[in-house]
């Protein structure tokens, strides 16, 4: 049974500071696996996705990486900004399309 | 503006009520979600729909039914509820069961 955990589940740093959110999974025969944002009160937005067969993903300031050897993927977020603020959720997807989500990491970048 | 729609945003209803969500989506897509969001726990699947026929569904209790009359609509009817139902429910949608999946706003369900 496929399990996602994420580390931290809160972090606040400064404005302009580098950050690396976690994201681990028990069954590495994903095939593929997506990074979503979370505003309080709203639905997800999705960031990213990486198929199995790929490495990484980018989007402006953002890059995803996958190592699926390791059940492991990284989200990368350059240059934080005050409107980074939310919650930042991965999901594992199966062949069936099933997703299985972590529980978040709850951003807060400080001005 | 993510081209899920749901109504209603909040709903509040008692133990005995019968209500529904509903859930809309303008991008073409095949496959549909019934999501729900608790407190302290990660998203759950409740259902999937597929080219309009159910694929999914997670043990979910009867007291939850969907209906998916096409491609663009999906519904949530709700019936005899227990106040632990109180979540926020998230439609989705996506092109097929392996794409990027697109969520609506949610509807913040309150059981009393």
């Known amino acids: 049974k496929q399990e996602v955990t994420q580390i931290p589940a809160a972090l606040s740093v400064p404005e302009g500071e580098n950050l690396v959110l976690n994201c681990s999974f028990t069954?590495?025969?994903?095939?593929?696996l997506q990074w979503f944002r979370q505003d309080p009160g709203k639905g997800l937005t999705s960031l990213l996705l990486i198929q199995s067969s790929q490495r990484e993903q980018t989007s402006g300031r953002l890059n995803a990486s996958l190592d699926k050897s390791s059940g492991r993927s990284t989200l990368y977020i350059a240059a934080s900004q005050p409107g980074d603020s939310a919650t930042y959720l991965c999901a594992a997807g199966d062949q069936g399309g099933k997703l299985i989500f972590g529980q978040g990491t709850e951003l807060s970048v400080k001005p | 503006e993510t081209g899920v729609t749901q109504t209603p945003r909040h709903l509040v209803m008692g133990m005995t009520n019968k209500k529904s969500l509903k859930c809309e989506q303008h991008?073409?897509?095949?496959?549909m979600y019934w999501y729900k969001q608790s407190a302290k726990k990660p998203l759950e699947l409740m259902f999937v729909y597929s080219l309009e026929e159910r694929v999914e569904n997670n043990s979910v209790p009867s007291r939850f039914s969907p209906e998916c009359p096409n491609s663009s609509h999906l519904f949530l009817h709700l019936h005899t509820l227990q106040p632990e139902d109180s979540a926020l429910y998230l439609c989705?949608?996506?092109?097929?069961?392996?794409?990027?999946?697109?969520f609506g706003e949610g509807s913040w369900l309150t059981v009393v």
């Open positions: 069954d590495s025969a994903i095939y593929n």
């Open positions: 989705a949608s996506s092109h097929d069961m392996r794409n990027t999946i697109y």
């Open positions: 991008l073409g897509h095949n496959a």
